[in-house]
Structure formats: C-alpha cells, structure tokens
C-alpha cells in the first residue's frame, strides 16, 4: 500500500495530462482537414500551447527524455513506413533516392551552412552545424502528409520521396557528429573516423534491417498466435532490431525501416492484422512525440529568432533544397514538374528537432541558439510545404487520377500463404451495376473466378434469389482475384465523372500495349521514325521515355498523347491512354 499520497496523486496528474494532451491532439486531426494544415503541425501547436508560455503552464525541459522519446517514436513510424513500402518502388527510385539520402544531405547542408555562418554571424562550425540539423528530409513528416494529402502522386515522385526520407538519417546523423566533434574536440575529428563512421551507419544498418526482417518475415508466417499478439511480435522485433544496430553504432533508423520493407513485401495470414494494429500504432507515435517536441520548446524564444529563422527557410525551401536536388537528379532525366515537386516536399519534421537536441546535450556553446532556429525552421516547413502538398502537386500536374477501388478489401486466408480476396463495391447513382443482378456482374468476368457473397442494403444482408437487383446504395461483397478489382469498381461508379476525369488525363482510346506502333500509325496518322514502326506499343514508349516508365508518363507523337495507364507489380507495362488533338488540329 502507498504512503505517499502526493506521489499518487502527482503519478494520476501525470497519467491525466497525458491522456489529455492526447485526446485533445486527436480531436484536432478533426481540424486539420477544415483549415489545410497538416496534422503534424496541429499536434506540435498543442504541444507549445501546454508548454510553459501556453496556457497550460508546463514547464518541461528535459532535453534527454524528449530524444529518447522522439527516438522511439521515429522507430515505431519507420517500422509502419517500411510494412506500407512495396519493393516494386525500388525498381523506379532506388538510385535517384540514393543520391538524395547521401549528397542530397550533404549538397543542401553546405549551401545552407554557408549561408548560415554568414547569417548568424558565427563560427563556420557551428554554421555548418545549424545546416546540418535541418539538412535532411523527415520520414514522419513525409510519410503522413503523402499518404493522407488526398492526392495521388505519380509513383516516380512519391517513390523517390518515401525513400530518400527513410534512408537519409546515416548521413544527416554523421554530419551533426562530425559538427560537434571539430568544435569540441578538433584534434579527434578525422576524415578517417568521419568515413568509418558512415560505413558502419550504413552497413550495419543494412545487415541488421536485412537479416532482422528475414527472421520476422518467416516469424509472422509460420507462428499460430492470437491476432492481436502478431502485430506485437513486429513491434518488438522492430525495437530489437533498432537497438541492437544502435549499440552497434549502426543507424537504427535504417536497420528498422528495412526490416519494416522486408516484412511487409512478404504477405501472411497475418499481414493485415499487422498492418492495422501498426498504423493505429504510428499515429500514437507521432501525436505524442510531437506534442513532446511542442512541450520542449518555449514560443517566446523563437519569437527573438524569428528573421534569422524565417531567411534560413526561405533559403532552404528556395533554394539550397532545390539546387541540391537539379545536380543529385539530373543523370535520371526526372522531367521539370517532378524535379520542382521533389525540392518542394523537401519536409523538416521530428528529425531535425531530435538531432538539434544533441549539441544541446553535449553541451556545445550556443546550442539553444541552434536548437530554437533549428525548431523555428520546422515549424515553417511544416505551415508553408505540408500545408500546400496537395495544392502544389496539382499545380506542378504531378498527380494521375485516383484508381477505382473497392470500397474495402479483405484477405481471407485458406492457408499459411494462400488467400482469396474479398471485395466491397456500393453501387452509385447511374452506375452501370445499378438494376443489375449481382450474378451478371459476375458473368461479365468469367463464371469462375468471380462470386457475388453478400447483398447489403440499408444495413441489412439481402437473401439473393433470381430477381434480385442492385439498387443505388447497396454494398455488394464479390469473391474476386485482386487483378480483376479495378475493372470491377468500373461498373459501380457513378455515371460521367470518373470516366471524364481518366478520359482527360489518360485519353478517350486504350490501346494493347503488345499492337505494333506501325498498325496505330497507320490508324491514326501518327509520324513515327522507320525503326520504331517496328516496335510493340510498350518498347515505343519505354524508348521515346528513355528511363523506368510509371503510370502517368506520357510521350508526344506529333498532336497526339501516349499516356502509360497501368502496369503489372514487375514493371511491365499492361495498358497505354491514347489521346487525340482537338478537331481542328485533326489529321
């Protein structure tokens, strides 16, 4: 039994707070959408609000605990980032996110410390050291906010991103060390210990995520374990994965973010358990990490660095980022829209805040300036580029329409490995479904591989009989292959506006992509070279292209478009949008 009432009492204040910051931090989500600012940014407010110059009156100052916290919250996002990333994004944007994860850091870090040392007024050092903070992308930031912005990126430009932000933290980490070491200790500060130190950041960081997420893979697969406990079993996995590299002095944050890819490219009856146990997970991970970073910093602060950190962003987001990003990207003929795009959603999250808190802890000299200019950065970055990531995507024509989709999906799995799909359509207004019975559907697509389950409507299943027919409203559960999905969700949208929004951007004809481009010349008028009448419609374009082709491309033959409008998980192009000039540009 306790005998210190007041430690009780301050234990529960404690737990009440918390709950309280929390709940109220989830409401705010509510929020974001209506104002268009990204949650992250709302979480980071009620975080500064209960800080001690907010209402709150919290006066939090532990630097140690809030990096600790922030660390393992960065590893729990990682780990969700890397289950969502399909290795099929690798075969279009490993090298070019690669470039960006290493020189993309350290390009930005040398224009912006440059401009910093001269800004501030400072030791070339610490300059460098300010640049080196806030040079690198955030995952957390750039993982919510592309995931939940509404739009649909094409796969090249959100692939690229994705990556870069999961793999940068090594370089961003060695720069910050290597800062701190020339000022606090110059005569250790070797090139030799600055290139050993990435080459076991990296390497280490690579076996562990590798191997970690090999063992956890065929874990997940081959355990017979209660639903709840398998999404613990990656958890926990993730965290062992990212100390043990930690202590290692590997990167932690790549060793899990592999590991997370690894596990979740392997699909598993328990896959989707994980999937949804780890995002609920994630959200938790960012909500509180965030209000701690907001806790942590004090706004009357910033306020006095407020020019010296408003020139830095603008510099950064202007051009330190962009002219990084024009040199990294320029063998990989990245067209100008998805270059301008991939400088912009250059976004600074918890990362930069985390490793501004090390010169803090190792004391280094006028290490609040850097941390409070450092957090004043994030801040902007997060109002000026979260805030307008869908708006400037569909600025920059970045975006391809969204895809029909099922309303939701399920996997029920017959075995360790092996699942059937099970599929949910609601019928819209005008659709083409709408009066039809479900069994014709089915016909449309083969009498075998595809089956009509259930018949809801208005909450209540439907006993299917020969005159049952589709009603607008009603859900409809099909039995079907997942490649057959998209062509389903066809029929159940709604008259007119899906179709006018694929036929603008992809154009009115689909053309097989195996038909020799000599035939559609000749069909069309279109003016080919000799050589390339030859070639199968796929080639032509991989060709004209002249780089890893994604959906959305597009290629001019004269006044009409070719537009890649699918593709199969191997990269294999599957159809291709032909659209035709206006009457009077005709042939």
């Known amino acids: 039994m306790f005998t210190d009432r007041s430690r009780m009492t301050g234990i529960n204040a404690f737990f009440l707070l918390t709950g309280l910051l929390l709940f109220i931090s989830v409401l705010a989500s509510t929020v974001s959408a209506r104002l268009g600012l990204p949650l992250l940014l709302l979480f980071l407010l009620v975080g500064m609000f209960a800080g001690e110059?907010?209402?709150?009156?919290?006066?939090?100052?532990?630097?140690?605990?809030?990096?600790?916290?922030?660390?393992?919250?960065?590893?729990?996002?990682?780990?969700?980032?890397?289950?969502?990333?399909?290795?099929?994004s690798f075969r279009v944007a490993l090298k070019p996110a690669a470039v960006l994860a290493t020189w993309g850091v350290i390009g930005t870090a040398a224009m912006?410390?440059?401009?910093?040392?001269?800004?501030?007024?400072?030791?070339?050092?610490?300059?460098?050291?300010?640049?080196?903070?806030?040079?690198?992308?955030d995952a957390a930031a750039v993982f919510a906010l592309l995931r939940n912005s509404g739009v649909r990126l094409n796969e090249r430009v959100q692939a690229t991103l994705e990556i870069e932000s999961g793999a940068n933290d090594p370089m961003a980490i060695l720069l910050v060390t290597a800062m701190v070491?020339?000022?606090?200790?110059?005569?250790?500060a070797t090139l030799g210990s600055f290139v050993w130190m990435l080459t076991s950041q990296l390497g280490l960081?690579?076996?562990?995520?590798?191997?970690?997420?090999?063992?956890?893979?065929r874990l997940m697969a081959r355990l017979?374990?209660?639903?709840?406990?398998?999404?613990?079993?990656?958890?926990?996995?993730?965290?062992?994965?990212?100390?043990?590299?930690n202590?290692?002095?590997?990167?932690?944050?790549?060793?899990v973010y592999l590991a997370g890819i690894l596990v979740g490219n392997r699909r598993s009856h328990a896959t989707e358990h994980v999937l949804r146990v780890m995002d609920g997970l994630a959200w938790l991970a960012q909500a509180g990490m965030f209000v701690v970073l907001g806790l942590l910093v004090t706004p009357s602060l910033l306020l006095d660095h407020a020019f010296?950190?408003?020139?830095?962003?603008?510099?950064?987001?202007?051009?330190?980022r962009p002219l990084a990003v024009m040199i990294g990207l320029a063998p990989f003929r990245y067209r100008r829209n998805e270059l301008a795009y991939v400088s912009w959603v250059g976004l600074r999250g918890a990362v930069p805040v985390v490793l501004a808190i090390v010169p803090v802890v190792m004391g280094v000299p006028d290490s609040r300036l850097l941390f409070e200019v450092a957090f004043a950065v994030v801040l902007l970055s997060l109002l000026v580029q979260g805030a307008t990531v869908p708006v400037v995507a569909r600025w920059l024509k970045v975006e391809v329409p969204p895809r029909d989709e099922p309303r939701d999906k399920r996997e029920v799995w017959v075995g360790d490995e092996v699942a059937v799909d099970l599929l949910e359509?609601?019928?819209?207004?005008?659709?083409?479904?709408?009066?039809?019975?479900?069994?014709?559907?089915?016909?449309?697509?083969?009498?075998?591989?595809?089956?009509?389950?259930?018949?809801?409507?208005?909450?209540?299943?439907?006993?299917?009989?020969?005159?049952?027919?589709?009603?607008?409203?009603?859900?409809?559960?099909?039995?079907?292959?997942?490649?057959?999905?998209?062509?389903?969700?066809?029929?159940?949208?709604?008259?007119?506006?899906?179709?006018?929004?694929?036929?603008?951007?992809?154009?009115?004809?689909?053309?097989?992509?195996?038909?020799?481009?000599?035939?559609?010349?000749?069909?069309?008028?279109?003016?080919?070279?000799?050589?390339?009448?030859?070639?199968?419609?796929?080639?032509?374009?991989?060709?004209?292209?002249?780089?890893?082709?994604?959906?959305?491309?597009?290629?001019?033959?004269?006044?009409?478009?070719?537009?890649?409008?699918?593709?199969?998980?191997?990269?294999?192009?599957?159809?291709?949008?032909?659209?035709c000039p206006p009457p009077s540009v005709g042939h």
Request: net charge negative; charged share 20%.
């Open 308 to 320: 010296e950190a408003l020139a830095m962003a603008v510099f950064l987001m202007l051009i330190a």
């Open 53 to 88: 110059d907010g209402l709150g009156g919290i006066v939090f100052e532990d630097f140690f605990i809030a990096s600790m916290i922030a660390q393992a919250a960065l590893s729990v996002i990682l780990l969700d980032g890397g289950l969502r990333t399909r290795v099929s």
């Open 112 to 137: 912006l410390g440059l401009f910093a040392t001269w800004l501030l007024d400072v030791d070339w050092r610490l300059g460098m050291l300010l640049a080196s903070i806030v040079g690198s992308t």
């Open 425 to 579: 359509y609601r019928v819209e207004p005008g659709a083409r479904a709408e009066g039809l019975h479900p069994d014709e559907v089915a016909a449309e697509f083969g009498t075998i591989g595809v089956r009509c389950v259930a018949l809801v409507r208005n909450g209540h299943l439907q006993r299917l009989a020969v005159d049952s027919r589709m009603r607008s409203g009603d859900s409809v559960w099909f039995v079907a292959p997942d490649e057959l999905a998209e062509r389903i969700a066809r029929l159940f949208g709604g008259a007119g506006n899906e179709l006018s929004a694929n036929a603008s951007f992809f154009g009115e004809f689909v053309v097989d992509p195996e038909s020799l481009a000599g035939d559609l010349a000749d069909a069309y008028g279109l003016v080919l070279e000799p050589q390339e009448r030859n070639l199968p419609m796929r080639e032509l374009l991989r060709a004209r292209l002249g780089r890893t082709a994604v959906v959305g491309d597009r290629v001019e033959v004269g006044a009409f478009t070719l537009t890649v409008r699918d593709m199969s998980a191997g990269g294999v192009i599957t159809a291709i949008g032909l659209k």
């Open 205 to 217: 960081g690579a076996i562990f995520g590798i191997a970690g997420g090999w063992v956890l893979s």
């Open 224 to 245: 017979s374990l209660p639903d709840g406990l398998y999404a613990l079993l990656i958890l926990s996995g993730g965290t062992l994965v990212f100390a043990a590299t």
């Open 247 to 255: 202590l290692l002095n590997g990167s932690g944050f790549l060793a």
């Open 181 to 188: 070491g020339m000022l606090l200790q110059p005569e250790t």
